[in-house]
């Protein structure tokens, strides 16, 4: 955390149970300085990145799947085990300011750690802006729709599965 930065009063309009957050935090504060409450709370839950996704050898365009990570939680958009899915899915990347220049090729270009990394800030229906976790399905970037769970779909069939590139690059 910076030396000296002010903490609102304010709980994390995403999750009250969530610590106070500062105020507009992600203008200020380098993604390597933020605290781990400020860093998790840029996460938008829109499920995009517990999608399966394929990368094509020749161009290196990657190209997602309607085929989701076995620990994907549908009905909350969020991870079914996120303390341990780095042990359950050794494929998963731990995202932090580290691994962030190398894990952002694969991340959707609306995540907000992406936007940031790249300095081009929050979207307007980011839930750190609108107040409530419903806007990334109201904006139509939330993950929704029948998914395929990664254990009824083998690997030489996923490019069957591969998504309409409209809904990949929605934003």
Not at 38 to 66: F, I, M, P, Q, S
């Amino acid at each position: 955390m910076a030396a000296g930065a002010a903490v609102t009063a304010k709980r994390s309009r995403q999750n009250p149970a969530l610590p106070a957050l500062r105020k507009r935090f992600w203008e200020q504060v380098p993604l390597e300085d933020m605290t781990s409450t400020e860093w998790e709370a840029l996460c938008d839950g829109c499920g995009r990145c517990c999608l399966l996704k394929l990368e094509d050898e020749d161009t290196g365009d990657v190209h997602y799947t309607n085929v989701s990570c076995r620990l994907f939680d549908c009905e909350t958009r969020r991870c079914g085990n996120y303390p341990l899915r780095h042990q359950m899915v050794p494929g998963c990347v731990v995202l932090t300011p580290q691994t962030l220049p190398s894990a952002s090729e694969w991340m959707p270009a609306t995540c907000a750690y992406r936007r940031l990394y790249e300095g081009r800030g929050l979207p307007s229906w980011h839930p750190l802006l609108t107040g409530t976790p419903d806007s990334v399905a109201q904006y139509g970037i939330a993950v929704e729709g029948p998914l395929i769970p990664e254990y009824e779909v083998l690997e030489e069939d996923l490019e069957d599965h591969v998504l309409d590139e409209d809904w990949v690059e929605r934003a």
